[in-house]
């Protein structure tokens, strides 16, 4: 299933103007106690913060890290996963004739990073259980499909009960792709030809890591004051 709306000329403010966009679009979702946002950091947290306070769900971090292709970063020749997932894409390997020593260079600093981020989002906290849940992926923005696919992927393996991609929007080979693996897509602008998302936003300031952890801190405390 596929929702959203039509006027993807228009822009959006910023990242949380965008949030409270998707969240009018996953109202109903509100208020249900199996219901999870999930994000990866920094940007898709601003956009997820305002989800998960709307819809008064817990929010978490789920990081994906793009395995770049040396001399090629705009190629990702893999992609890791929050919960261990690693994909490794040999068709691109062979193509861009990646050595198995840069593959696995690129791919033992994707996951120091990935663990970096984790570390420090959560401090210390666990991972939240998505077994039985309704979990909805937030982004900021896709240009390429192929993280949302390798989250998607990592949380089905993870025993997620119902998956729900939340964007500002993406193109239209990337929403039919996310769209094939999603119970439900949902995009706050129609997908289209577009392969860049930047231009939608009047404001794409960079997210700080200290922003992420006072959004994180701000969505659980407005929670908790609903409940």
Known sequence: MERGRSDNAAAFRDRRHVGRVLADLLAGYADQPNVLVLAPPPGGIAVACEVARTLRAPLDVFVVRKLAAPGHEDCAMGALASGGMHVVYDT???LLRVSDDDLE??????????ARRESLYRAGRPALDVRGLTVILVDDGVTASSTVLIALKALRAQG???LVVALPT???EGCEEI????????CAAQPGAARA??????????TTDDE???LLAYAEEARHATH
């Open 92 to 94: 691109v390997v062979r």
């Open 105 to 114: 260079a690129v791919t033992r600093s994707e996951q120091r990073e990935l």
């Open 160 to 162: 997620t009960r119902r």
């Open 170 to 172: 993406a193109t239209a």
């Open 179 to 186: 769209r094939h693996q999603a119970d439900e897509v949902i």
């Open 197 to 206: 998302f930047g231009p939608l936003y009047n404001d794409l300031s960079e």
């Open 212 to 214: 992420v952890l006072e």
